[in-house]
Nanobody
Framework: QVQLVESGGGLVQAGGSLRVSCAAS????????MGWFRQPPGKERELVSAITRSGGNTYYADSVKGRFTISRDNAKNTVYLQMNSLKPEDTAVYYCAARYSGDLPLSPYVYTYWGQGTQVTVSS
């Protein structure tokens, strides 16, 4: 069982930055592909970004390309999402997810483990 704990959410003004982190309990963290998803109020959960186990391949949703950066530190069992130039439409609960895989999973249905989420609110 992998436990994922997100942190770093909060309230920020439009144009500002936040970095959310996801710490994993699993010592084989480096074997897991990781994803960041978000769920805006009243909407479905959507993939924001994903990263392969080595960090060598990443994916970004079009809505965040050029503004968000995903990274991971396998020595610290942690994945990060640096969010710059935030917009009010980025407001959502952000979740990290893990899948034991060498690929780059893009569907939420294939991720096995999920964190509890962290709220990001961007004011205009």
């Amino acid at each position: 069982q992998v436990q994922l704990v997100e942190s770093g959410g909060g309230l920020v003004q439009a144009g500002g930055s936040l970095r959310v982190s996801c710490a994993a309990s699993e010592r084989t963290f480096s074997m897991y592909a990781m994803g960041w998803f978000r769920q805006p109020p009243g909407k479905e959960r959507e993939l924001v970004s994903a990263i392969t186990r080595s960090g060598g391949n990443t994916y970004y949703a079009d809505s965040v390309k050029g503004r968000f950066t995903i990274s991971r530190d396998n020595a610290k069992n942690t994945v990060y999402l640096q969010m710059n130039s935030l917009k009010p439409e980025d407001t959502a609960v952000y979740y990290c997810a893990a899948r034991y895989s060498g690929d780059l999973p893009l569907s939420p249905y294939v991720y096995t483990y999920w964190g509890q989420g962290t709220q990001v609110t961007v004011s205009s």
